[in-house]
């Protein structure tokens, strides 16, 4: 007998049976990563609140309570929702880049100004990216989803706003909702033949999207990636700084507050990109360890969340906000690492900035409410197509 059938359906729609039914593990880990990061940036300004601990923990407390709101939303509700969310948030990133609405800021026109607020549109549209896909899925057939001309709607709802981010020109968003997209359609049911070709298409097509379809300070930071030591005092400075803080470190790190790369503002934008190497600094391989600890430990559960759910919606939707977290986690320690380009991806929860930080706690919110109506059955046959 399945725990659904102990609790009769009015029971199970309660609020308080809905917060009993979190997943209090994904919370805890949430909490102790933005501690963390919170704690970081306290050390970076010097011991002081301002300018982005006291920020950085308010945004997190809000964000919190609408995570766990998010949670109570039954599953119909973003089923519904998933493509009007997504061409809303397309439709936003289209502002950016056609009307005057546009901000710039270090390099790219990635912000939209709405004259009270500055938002980027680049990090919400991953969201919608996720739910249009799960939708489509939900109502096609698995031989659909493993080889169909009817791909072309999905690789649709991947390829414009992958186009439009990489145009403004943000590289590190652009690669996200690429690869976003590729693993929700692999795990789907991609036809391997498909994949392998895909992968085969990639590897041709990059050396001369390189050379020609980059911006020159794109093209630098490619460069400077595989010889860094070309240009120590240039284009290769983030990187060396970045591996001198992670290695001083040693085992257990020079203490709370006593880093000189971040203290002394040797390492740039110690504050986003390159926090994880401040607690590299710091803490050492044992603190480093610990965090990332606790991120393989949010995507092992949040993965074993989406395995449960009967809802293939729940499955894919999970799955797919779980692959997002995961490459900001990877693509943000291959680049402070010297392992990949600097392409201005940030850690999860533990870097400052408000837009990366809601889109986190909104796709970690979609996840709790898969695991609270793991049980919810939503009908097939309502594909858009």
């Known amino acids: 007998m399945t725990a659904s059938a102990l609790t009769r359906p009015g029971e199970r729609d309660r609020l308080s049976t809905k917060f009993a039914e979190l997943d209090w593990r994904i919370i805890g880990l949430l909490c102790i990563l933005a501690g963390i990061g919170t704690a970081m940036l306290y050390s970076i300004a010097g011991g002081h609140w301002q300018p982005w601990a006291a920020k950085h923990l308010i945004r997190f407390g809000v964000l919190l309570a609408g995570m766990i709101g998010l949670a109570m939303v039954h599953p119909k509700w973003w089923f519904h929702a998933a493509y009007p969310v997504y061409g809303v948030l397309l439709f936003m990133v ?14 790219a026109k990635n912000w939209l100004h ?20 799960a939708r489509w899925y939900h109502g096609h057939s698995a031989q659909d989803a493993r080889w169909s001309w009817k791909l072309l709607f999905p690789a649709g709802i991947i390829g414009v706003p992958f186009i439009l981010v990489a145009k403004q020109p943000d590289l590190g968003s652009a690669m996200i909702i690429g690869l976003t997209g590729g693993v929700m359609m692999f795990m789907a049911g991609l036809s391997w033949r498909v994949i392998g070709a895909g992968v085969a298409a990639a590897v041709a ?74 607690v ?28 449960l ?23 943000n320690g291959a680049m402070v690492m010297g392992l990949a380009p600097v392409v201005g991806v940030p850690m999860p929860m533990l870097s400052y900035g408000g837009s990366s930080m809601m889109t986190v706690m909104v796709g970690f919110g979609l996840i709790l409410s898969t695991r609270v109506h793991r049980y919810v059955e939503l009908p097939k046959g309502q594909g858009l197509f």
């Not at 391989?285 to 993965?303: M, Q």
């Open 309 to 331: 759910s009967h809802s293939h919606f729940g499955r894919l939707s999970a799955a797919g906000m779980t692959a997002f977290v995961a490459l900001f986690m990877l693509i």
């Open 280 to 307: 590299s600094e710091e803490f050492g391989f044992i603190g480093s360890f610990t965090v990332i600890a606790c991120y393989v430990a949010l995507i092992l559960i949040s993965l074993r969340i989406a395995a």
């Open 205 to 278: 097509v990059i050396p001369p999207f390189v050379m020609f379809g980059m911006h020159d300070y794109q093209r630098n930071r490619v460069l400077t990636f595989l010889n860094p030591e070309a240009d120590p005092s240039g284009t290769g400075y983030n990187i060396i700084q970045s591996k001198i803080a992670l290695g001083s470190g040693g085992l257990m790190g020079k203490g709370y507050g006593l880093g000189s790369q971040s203290q002394l503002e040797f390492l740039p934008e110690r504050h986003t990109d390159f926090i994880f190497s401040t």
């Open 114 to 133: 709405l004259g009270f607020i500055r938002i980027q549109p680049a990090e919400f549209v991953k969201i919608g990216l996720v739910l249009a896909l």
């Open 94 to 107: 289209m502002l950016v880049e056609f009307t005057p609405l546009g901000y710039v800021a270090g390099g």
